[in-house]
């Protein structure tokens, strides 16, 4: 017996295997398939725009944090960070703004706040929220998916050096020998034109739009295996979708005309990705049950309020970033019911 | 009604643990031998410490009186073993390094037969005569809490109960000596509940056993007379189900209010081993002396169940049953409730329901630095009294004590242990918690 140490900890002494590093590992794996989907559609560029955002986000996360940001690179939140921003970009972005997005990211959305679990506001959308305001035309510039020379050539636009403005993708795009490309995206299209792009292509992610939010499909199957091994809270892309159609429906029976289908409200634009894997960002989002369907529904509404009635054709980001903001407020009103407590006052 | 009725009787949260039971499950109960010398600390349970009987160098007899209870919550000591008192001096015990205790030094050359008691028939005993008999037994509760059982079972008149409820879930991974006692004990179990129920005067009995002992709910069943208002519900196995409040709410549908007791809705709630222990000891007229621990781990050579004589040091535990490896940590009760104990002179007491053994392996897999809170929200749908440690917690990094009191229901939590264990973060929320509490009472006090 002597010659024992002894060690002394505090119950319990026992653990779930879950720690973060893992859920965040799970996270990429879930986001790889989007990404390999989103270069097959849009080509050399996209990559390049993919892997500079994400350098660009590991970079800055390294020499902001100090100690934490280690951390961060280490459990692999730099990277998701990184990887959605760069989804939510126009394929064609200028890779020099892509760096000043993640820069913005890192810098205003996560360290001003303290590093990882501090950050009220989805660090990424901040990022995005960020380029939408710097850079108007270049965040609204699209190109087509499936170009023939996607794979032997980048658009100029992507290489285009600081503060000078691109030139040339016109000609770029009409190389791609694309039918009928008309520059913008199934929202803007239906907001502009009045255009309904076909279900299939929203589906599967041929239509124009940012790098990663088209593939509908592609997108509620990755999140779909990410719920299943509980690495994201089912119910809160499933509250935005119910807000989305609680909002569009009653629209689209009013005035078929001026008010789009649910589904097609559903599954264009950053709708999918923003529900699967920006709503659902834990740590801007409630951790009270009914806060967190609260705050899904909101991020619905929102998201349809803004495409019908605002300016813009997307809303999704704001709706997202508005009820990050709120969640502290959501949180408070929805505390749990202890164990016991009377369910109504008597 | 109907979501209960395709799930089981359960409550609500809670966590799955990896329920480690293989390994001691089936092995039959045996009597560890007699260590040299036997630890009885005077104040092994809540409430007043004894007063001793004895001087040193006294010869006590096994089952003798050795110290007598201080009013009415307080217990006396009989002597596990014959043998010489050699001290009265503070020893380290599970309550703390030095607490008073006597120290008997075991004979061995006796056989160690029990020299005292008097048989009787307690089911034909008045209430009163009955609870002072049990006080005299010594019992207290067995499953961890060790609160004096006459104290429990003394339910004032006012309080309108109607059900004893025995817990037999022993939801704490690793802990098997309940299952055993059940498969084994089943007379004295049932006799146990008999007694308690006419201490208590309900009129009847319900006992409560996770699905995953389906062979002592079959021997509960065969062992129960036609007639006995007695009935065995099977409830989900899921930690903490053995907790008194998700019990009764998972057995009788009850909700204990918040800092309420069972007795509120009409319930008394005891362990399967302390009714058991009164079963056997009051129709024998005996005190408590020894107890079944589960010994358990993967540090362990010979797992087991074990009859030991209370007062056994964990070092002889250790000793006899094998434990392997140079670090260890050795937990009284079973890991998520267990408290690791400081020293190996550590004695069993009435509460101590197992000893389990970690090596460095498991230590090392445990032994992860906390990060920040990610707000991942597992611990809020993990929690069984639906409190909110992540708030919690955040509020305990801020030293914000009384928001967390008032608006949190700090005292709400007891301690099981869920969040912590479910934290991907690895924040020791529970310690937070016992510590916010202990700083609160100090500042009450
Ligand atoms: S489980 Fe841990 S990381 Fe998740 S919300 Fe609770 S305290 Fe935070
Ligand atoms: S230890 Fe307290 S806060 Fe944590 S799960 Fe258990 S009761 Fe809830």
Redesign the pocket.
């Known amino acids: 017996m002597s010659g024992t140490r002894i060690e002394l900890r505090t119950a319990p002494h026992a653990h779930a295997p879950v720690d973060v590093p893992l859920i965040m590992r799970h996270v990429i794996y879930a986001l790889l398939p989007i990404v390999a989907w989103s270069v097959w559609l849009f080509g050399l560029g996209t990559l390049l725009l993919i892997l500079t955002v994400t350098a660009t986000a590991l970079a800055t996360e390294r020499l902001l944090g100090g100690e934490g940001g280690e951390r961060s690179i280490r459990d692999g939140s730099a990277v998701i960070t990184g990887l959605l921003l760069a989804l939510t970009l126009p394929p064609a972005f200028p890779l020099w703004m892509g760096v000043v997005a993640a820069v913005a990211a890192i810098g205003l959305g996560k360290m001003l706040f303290g590093g990882l679990g501090m950050n009220p506001l989805n660090p990424a959308l901040v990022g995005r929220a960020f380029v939408q305001a710097a850079f108007p035309a270049s965040i609204t510039t699209w190109i087509p998916p499936l170009g023939a020379e996607r794979f032997t050539s980048v658009a100029p636009s992507t290489l285009a050096p600081p503060f000078l403005r691109p030139e040339g993708l016109a000609e770029w795009i009409a190389d791609q020998r694309v039918d009928a490309f008309t520059g913008a995206t199934p929202l803007g299209l239906f907001k502009f034109d009045g255009v309904i792009t076909p279900l299939r292509d929203l589906l599967a992610g041929t239509t124009a739009g940012s790098a990663g939010e088209t593939p509908a499909l592609l997108i509620v199957a990755c999140g779909l295996y990410l719920a299943f091994r509980r690495f994201l809270d089912w119910r809160i892309p499933l509250a935005v979708m119910a807000g989305v159609v609680l909002a569009a429906g009653p629209l689209h029976l009013l005035d078929a005309e001026r008010f789009p289908d649910p589904w097609f409200m559903l599954l264009s634009g950053g709708l999918m990705l923003g529900a699967w894997f920006m709503a659902t960002d834990m740590v801007g989002s409630p951790v009270t049950p009914w806060g967190v369907l609260i705050y899904g529904l909101l991020i619905g509404l929102l998201t349809v309020v803004i495409r019908l009635f605002g300016g813009l054709s997307e809303g999704v980001m704001y709706a997202i970033l508005l009820a990050n903001a709120a969640t502290p407020l959501i949180e408070r009103l929805t505390q749990p019911r202890v164990f016991g407590a009377a369910r109504r006052k008597e | 009604m109907i979501l209960s009725f395709l799930r089981g009787h359960t409550f609500s949260h809670g966590v799955r643990v990896a329920h480690h039971k293989e390994q001691t499950a089936s092995r039959p109960i045996r009597r560890l031998p007699f260590p040299e010398r036997l630890i009885l600390p005077l104040d092994p349970h809540i409430g007043k410490p004894a007063v001793p009987l004895v001087r040193r160098g006294q010869e006590v007899v096994r089952g003798e009186p050795i110290a007598r209870a201080d009013g009415w919550m307080s217990l006396p000591i009989h002597a596990p073993a014959t043998g010489r008192v050699v001290a009265l001096e503070p020893m380290p015990t599970p309550r703390g390094p030095r607490r008073p205790a006597i120290v008997l030094e075991v004979d061995p050359a006796d056989t160690q037969e029990m020299g005292w008691g008097e048989p009787r028939d307690p089911l034909a005993m008045d209430r009163e005569t009955l609870i002072a008999a049990i006080q005299e037994s010594g019992l207290a509760g067995l499953g961890g809490a060790a609160f004096p059982t006459h104290v429990k079972l003394s339910v004032p008149p006012e309080q309108r109960v109607d059900t004893l409820l025995i817990n037999g879930c022993e939801c704490e991974p690793y802990l098997t000596c309940d299952h055993r006692i059940m498969l084994e004990q089943t007379d004295d179990l049932v006799t146990g509940i008999r007694i308690a129920m006419r201490a208590t005067g309900v009129q009847e009995a319900v006992i409560g056993v996770e699905n995953n002992k389906p062979d002592a709910v079959a021997a509960i069943r065969a062992g129960l007379r036609e007639e006995d208002p007695i009935r065995v519900v099977v409830v989900e196995s899921k930690y903490?189900q053995g907790a008194e409040k998700m019990l009764i709410k998972a057995a009788l549908g009850r909700e204990v209010p918040p800092g309420g007791i069972p007795a509120q809705v009409g319930v008394v709630v005891n362990n399967v081993g302390t009714m058991a222990a009164l079963g056997h000891l009051l129709p024998r007229g005996e005190g408590l002396v020894e107890r079944v621990i589960t010994v358990a781990g993967p540090a362990v050579r010979r797992p087991g169940n074990y009859r030991v004589a209370l007062g056994t040091p964990i070092e002889f535990i250790l000793r006899h049953c094998g434990f392997e490896g140079k670090m260890g940590e050795f937990i009284l009760g079973g890991p998520m409730m267990g408290s690791a104990v400081s020293a190996v002179e550590t004695p069993i007491t009435k509460g101590t329901s197992g000893v389990l053994m970690l090596h460095e392996r498991e230590i090392e897999a445990e032994s992860r630095p906390a990060e920040h809170c990610i707000r991942c929200g597992r611990?809020v749908e993990?929690?069984?009294?639906h409190?909110n440690?992540c708030e919690?917690g955040w509020l305990a990094r801020k030293r914000e004590y009384d928001t967390m009191a008032e608006r949190f229901h700090l005292m709400?939590?007891?301690?099981?242990?869920?969040?912590?264990f479910v934290c991907p973060a690895s924040i020791p929320?529970?310690q937070y918690?016992r510590i916010a509490k202990s700083i609160l009472r100090e500042q009450a006090a």
């Open positions: 903490p611990c993990a929690c069984p009294m409190l440690p919690l709400d939590c007891f301690e099981c242990g869920c969040c912590s929320l529970v918690f």
